[in-house]
């Protein structure tokens, strides 16, 4: 296993084709792309110089590296269903999945890892922009030797930088990645409700926030998170929270969710006097606000 090994991808999605275009431009031999939809793998490979798109079962007998860019309840399936070959190396990109789904792979003295980018790949983007989503990203690996030196050179290549994943709790590792991205978004589909529920128009919201919500983002990848923080938590503004969890109290579920995110900032280095904090203890712990 080299950086001149063939390289085919399982996967014709948004993460398949940015990873399939990113190995492309840095350098990276990519022969092959698959899909269980012809179409789709037909579809990408027409995007990228050189590159043929095959049938998932010719692709793995033909290349050396094959990775899996596909869902991660299908992983386990498709490995067990293929045999693979002795000097094969099988990598998915899936972080809540260890390499226990890999394990035909290893059966059949293959080796098997991961590399999974923590990025988000929104749908509709084409793989010549979505590959610019690797660079500055962190990417976990897990993979024995001489693969993961491959995977680290190859996630170098991209843009991003690696990190490792042995020993990992992954559904605690993949939840942290959850609440920052996929949550987020359930954030910004709460503040739209409250927005609409202030009695502005709806359709406004994610355009009239998202700057704030970009300008956050910012503030917490350059400072630490006490820094990054601004608002009536805070400031230790007691009498606006009082205010907001008056209003918001006809909204249970709403509630809940301020309460309890609003807690969590307790938890950070605030610099408010010990009563101050025990007052936002109370509002924030009691039903009642």
């Known amino acids: 296993m080299s950086r001149s090994s063939s390289i085919g991808i399982i996967g014709a999605g948004r993460v398949g084709g940015a990873l399939a275009d990113a190995l492309l431009k840095?350098?990276?031999?990519?022969d092959a792309v698959a899909s269980r939809s012809k179409e789709s793998a037909d579809r990408l490979a027409s995007k990228?110089?050189?590159v043929i798109a095959m049938e998932i079962e010719t692709l793995i007998a033909t290349c050396d590296l094959v990775m899996l860019a596909i869902p991660d309840d299908e992983l386990e399936r498709l490995a067990d269903k293929i045999l693979w070959r002795?000097?094969?190396a099988v990598v998915h990109l899936s972080g809540s999945r260890d390499l226990e789904v890999l394990r035909s792979v290893t059966e059949r003295d293959g080796l098997a890892g991961c590399m999974h980018p923590l990025q988000t790949f929104p749908s509709g983007e084409e793989p010549s922009l979505a590959r610019l989503r690797f660079e500055d990203i962190a990417c976990g690996i897990e993979a024995p030797e001489p693969?993961?030196?491959i995977l680290e050179a190859m996630a170098d290549d991209i843009g991003a930088r690696s990190f490792r994943l042995e020993g990992v709790d992954r559904a605690m590792y993949h939840i942290a990645s959850v609440f920052v991205s996929n949550n987020l978004v359930a954030a910004m589909a709460v503040a739209a409700r409250a927005w609409s529920f202030a009695g502005l128009p709806s359709d406004e919201a994610q355009m009239s926030l998202s700057p704030l919500l970009q300008s956050t983002a910012a503030a917490i990848s350059e400072r630490s998170l006490s820094e990054a923080l601004t608002g009536?938590?805070?400031r230790g503004d007691l009498e606006t929270i009082r205010q907001h969890l008056e209003s918001i109290e006809s909204i249970p579920e709403l509630a809940r969710l301020y309460r309890g995110l609003s807690n969590e900032l307790l938890n950070l280095d605030l610099g408010h006097s010990e009563k101050t904090i025990?007052?936002?203890q109370v509002l924030f712990n009691s039903p009642e606000g």
Do not use: K
């Not at 840095?26 to 990519?30: A, E, K, N």
């Open 86 to 88: 002795q000097d094969q």
């Open 232 to 234: 009536p938590v805070a």
């Open 48 to 50: 990228l110089p050189f």
């Open 26 to 30: 840095s350098g990276w031999r990519l």
């Open 147 to 149: 693969l993961d030196g």
């Open 278 to 280: 025990e007052t936002l």
